[in-house]
């Protein structure tokens, strides 16, 4: 695997100042998407699997919040190996809705309430596609005046733009079909009936599966190598969820971008992820291809984790809830963060950090379950008892 | 199409509202004792004094007086306005004029640099911008507008004498006409740069003082909603199209956060007509304030039942304005009722 990933993501961590002291939000993350991959980002709320995921875009407000250490590399074809924590603003920029972009859990408040959904989305072109714009509306990028390039860019004052109207008149209305076009053109891709209506409408007069639909349709303007899908289901009806769904895998499908899944739902990802990595206070405790780890999970907060998933042959009241609750992220204590709701907890595990232990190709897990003592340098009778890996989990 | 419809309805019921006001005012005004007093002079003799009575209908019954006033208001008779030594409507328009252009520059100014410091302090939260339009916002609502008009013209009438008092210079003034009453405005009808910069000088130091106490409301609102509308996720899903902080902030967060901001600037021209009584009286500016206090000193009842009148019907157009602004900028408010 050496360049075949699109975006490495290696021993991120992010923390957030707060009068109480700093919030380890997310600590030491590595993980790697490949390109065409779905990898399905799992934990409970407040984990940091979004903070993750917004640090990708860098997109975590600074301060409060803080990048203490890591890298997010982007592999950007032709161009090389972009490290967008330490990219200028501009690279950012460059790279924001181009290369990766995101969708938000609820899409009613992720769409500006008082812009128009054509205008919201002949931003990312004004923004991305300035040359394109000006070609199809038949003026040359390199002889474009200032006045065209600014409303192509949706960069125009509104006396700029009426002044030009009324000199221009021909190449103003060229211009604007141009942008209509594209606009109309990335919202029927996405399935939207009535493209040139829907641009016309303003977010509240549009149904929540709509607006996911309009915001799948922004993300994806520019055909980007990464899709980040932040819970896109979780603010719309059960029935939309999966047309929802499927729109962003067929998306993915037809133009092999990789997609970022960040979710609870654990359906989703048995039915959508290649693979998979669960979080848990801010770490990875487990990652491997989805199928293997939600059959035979190995760490105890993944295996908890699914046994809190209500089953059809579950007796009612006996749904295995994990005891206790997500401990405090403020200055953590250096031990398992799991430790105080672990039935295997022992000793080891409130003096040591684990880290992702390899236990099987491609399957890693933070747990001293799979570690021996000597690495550790602690007495055998204060480790966990070992793990069987089972031979299913081997097959 | 629904704005218009909106709009024919609220100025139908403005008449109603202005009759509601004129009842009210009028019992008010009359609750204070007998307006024959600013008509009679003291070696009058009783006689003449119910004479005088008589003539102004004062012998009559409350509600026939009333009816005699409204009927005098539908003819463009509001009275005599014993201060100004003519009649209240051949005053009221001018003073109405004066107060209205030191209204407007007022507002501009606490709008513009209202508007500005409320954004700068809501993205810069909790940084130097933050606390120098905080403390600005609390200088402003807690400084009494005729102290800080006093703090403003001891240096700059009394010591530098850059700004005069009063509206214009007598010359200047004489030398072209004055169709609206609006003196910046006059001058720019009558082309002269001369007449506009004197009366521009005489305008700046009132109208500053005047905008200060509504600046620093809006200077609030506009901070405390832009750090609301930072923290929204249209505005993070705006970065993550990858546009600039400058359109990010100007197009997405302050678009929305001007919405509640309208409110406020709406009911701060409230304010500035308040104000307006004391800045006139500091500065000399011979507008509705400056009027309506000699009126009250005097006992004029005619002047003051006018002042009442044609400030409530500005409350209400201002009002109305707000709301046609608000559907105009917020798409989700229906218009109605």
């Known amino acids: ?395 | 199409m629904q704005i218009r419809d909106y709009l024919l309805r609220r100025l139908a019921l403005l008449p109603v509202i202005m009759l509601g006001v004129s009842v009210i005012v009028f019992t008010l005004t009359r609750f204070t004792g007998s307006p024959v007093g600013i008509y009679a002079s003291p070696n009058m003799s009783p006689d003449e004094i119910a004479a005088l009575e008589a003539r102004y209908l004062l012998d009559q019954p409350i509600p026939f007086q009333y009816a005699a006033w409204i009927g005098g208001l539908f003819r463009g008779d509001l009275g005599w306005s014993g201060v100004s030594v003519a009649p209240v409507t051949e005053v009221i328009g001018l003073k109405f004029a004066a107060t209205l252009e030191l209204a407007i520059a007022a507002g501009l100014i606490a709008v513009f640099v209202g508007v500005a410091l409320g954004t700068l302090a809501g993205v810069r939260r909790n940084k130097a911008p933050d606390h120098v339009a905080r403390l600005f916002s609390i200088l402003g609502a807690s400084t009494p507008t005729f102290w800080f008009g006093l703090l403003l013209l001891v240096p700059f009438y009394l010591w530098l004498d850059w700004f005069p008092l009063g509206r214009s210079t007598p010359d200047i003034f004489s030398s072209i006409i004055h169709p609206t009453g609006m003196y910046t405005l006059d001058a720019i009808i009558a082309l002269s740069p001369v007449a506009f910069f004197d009366a521009l000088r005489h305008l700046v130091l009132p109208a500053v003082v005047l905008a200060f106490g509504a600046m620093a409301i809006i200077v609030r609102m506009m901070r405390s909603s832009m750090v609301e509308a930072m923290s929204e996720e249209y505005v993070d899903a705006a970065r993550a199209k990858g546009l600039p902080n400058k359109i990010v902030i100007r197009r997405h967060a302050r678009r929305n956060a001007l919405l509640p901001t309208t409110t406020v600037i709406g009911l701060s021209f409230g304010f500035l007509l308040q104000g307006a009584v004391a800045v006139e009286l500091i500065f000399r500016w011979p507008g509705l304030g400056q009027w309506v206090t000699s009126a009250v000193l005097a006992g004029d009842q005619a002047t003051i039942m006018a002042y009442v009148l044609i400030t409530a019907l500005i409350f209400m157009t201002v009002n109305l304005a707000v709301d046609i602004a608000y559907a105009y900028l917020d798409r989700r408010v229906v218009l109605g009722g």
């Open chain 1, 1 to 395: 695997m050496s360049q075949d990933w699109l975006l490495k993501v290696d021993n991120l961590s992010v923390r957030f100042q707060s009068r109480g002291g700093d919030a380890h939000a997310v600590e030491g993350v590595s993980f790697e998407i490949q390109r065409g991959e779905t990898l399905a980002l799992v934990g409970e709320t407040g984990c940091g699997k979004s903070v993750t995921a917004r640090s990708i875009l860098r997109l975590v407000p600074e301060p409060p919040g803080k990048y203490v250490a890591g890298s997010i590399k982007l592999n950007v074809e032709g161009k090389g190996v972009v490290d967008i924590l330490s990219a200028s603003t501009k690279e950012v920029m460059a790279i924001r809705g181009e290369r990766i972009s995101m969708i938000f859990q609820d899409p009613g408040k992720a769409l500006n309430p008082s812009l128009t959904i054509g205008s919201q989305l002949a931003e990312v072109f004004g923004q991305h596609r300035v040359e394109m714009i000006l070609e199809s509306a038949g003026i040359e990028p390199a002889r474009a005046s200032r006045a065209e390039k600014r409303i192509a860019k949706q960069r125009a004052s509104f006396v700029q733009l009426r002044f030009f109207q009324l000199t221009r008149r021909s190449k103003a209305a060229a211009l604007q079909k141009s942008i209509d076009d594209a606009v109309a053109r990335s919202l029927a891709d996405t399935g939207i009936p009535n493209p040139r209506k829907i641009m016309k409408s303003y977010p509240h007069e549009l149904s929540g599966g709509m607006k996911q639909r309009v915001m799948i349709a922004q993300a994806l303007a520019c055909d980007p190598d990464l899709l980040i899908a932040d819970e896109p289901t979780t603010a719309l009806d059960v029935t939309i969820q999966a047309r929802i769904l499927e729109l962003i895998q067929d998306m993915q499908k037809r133009r092999g971008m990789a997609v970022l899944y960040i979710t609870h739902d654990l359906s989703i990802v048995r039915e959508f992820a290649d693979r998979i990595a669960v979080m848990y206070a801010g770490h990875i405790v487990e990652t491997g291809p989805a199928q293997e780890v939600l059959a035979n999970p190995q760490h105890p907060y993944t295996n908890g984790l699914l046994g809190a998933i209500p089953h059809r042959r579950t007796p009612r009241g006996q749904l295995a809830a994990i005891p206790g609750s997500v401990p405090q992220l403020i200055d953590p204590p250096e031990q398992c963060h799991f430790a105080s709701r672990c039935q295997w907890a022992a000793e080891a595990c409130l003096g040591h950090v684990p880290q992702l232990h390899t236990i099987q190709p491609n399957r890693k897990v933070a747990c001293f379950r799979f570690e021996e003592a000597e690495s550790l340098s602690v007495a055998k009778t204060d480790m966990p008892i070992p793990a069987e890996i089972s031979g299913e989990a081997r097959r």
